[in-house]
């Protein structure tokens, strides 16, 4: 196991304290089935403190992540959101520990490459936004024809924006109906103030200043929070369309089609205002 710890940082080795233990022990510690031989131990850092690799190459970007609770996806997420170059990662309450050791894993050191700020209500993600941002949600149930219509459940009670449509799978879509936002029905949903948000393509320009980016998870979609957040900042529903019959994309693959494409738009936006300063 030496040559493993010769892969790391020596002036960082120095400032940890070296144990060794029986190869056995570490296969009882470790919840993986066959362990590289190293296992670290340290204290959850403080983002608020910490210089990261990528600052330099970060863009006005950043990721919320709104109950996403798969592990692996949360991880590929994070490895997206540091690849892409956002500025930050803010995580709602609801989402899987950002330190569980399946995200840890899924992430390959995304952790330590950009901010992550876990278990924030609404009120804390704003709070971790520039001013003025424009927020925008992913959303794979709509298309830009229906940009003023939102799916109601005629079930009784919907209380989260995925009963309303803004969901990244929905597999039973029997029992549903359109209702226009400005509606005058009788129906029991009368009295629910459903968010007016309008829906763009994921390549039409959206990434235009400070921009944040809301994934949902598979589970229970978007919270109504986070849609009432993109009608306040102006954003958009972005819409990555796919050909008939084919489920829509995972959480994971939306993100990363949609940071990068975020990037790109960006990038491109300063390199204009770049020119024109010339």
Known sequence: MVDRLRELPLDKLRRATLVKVKFEDIKLWSDVVAPQGVIAIFSRPDPSRLNFASKGHSVPLSLICDNIRDPGNLGTMLRCAAAAGCHNV?????CVDVWEPKVLRAAMGAHFRLPIYPSLDWDDVENH????????VADSSGSPDRSREVEVNVSPGPSKAGDYGWV?????????EYEDYDSDSDSEDEGLSLPRVDTKLYYDSWAQSLTALVIGGETNGLSLEAVQLAEKTDGHRLFIPVVPDVDSLNSAM?????????????????????????
């Open 90 to 94: 803010l995580l709602t309450k609801g």
């Open 129 to 136: 936004l520039p001013k003025p941002v424009t927020v925008h």
């Open 168 to 176: 990244s799978t929905r597999p039973n879509r029997k029992n549903m």
């Open 254 to 278: 939306a993100a990363s089609i949609l940071l990068f494409e975020g990037r790109k738009q960006l990038l491109k936006l300063l390199q204009t205002s770049g020119k024109k300063r010339q």
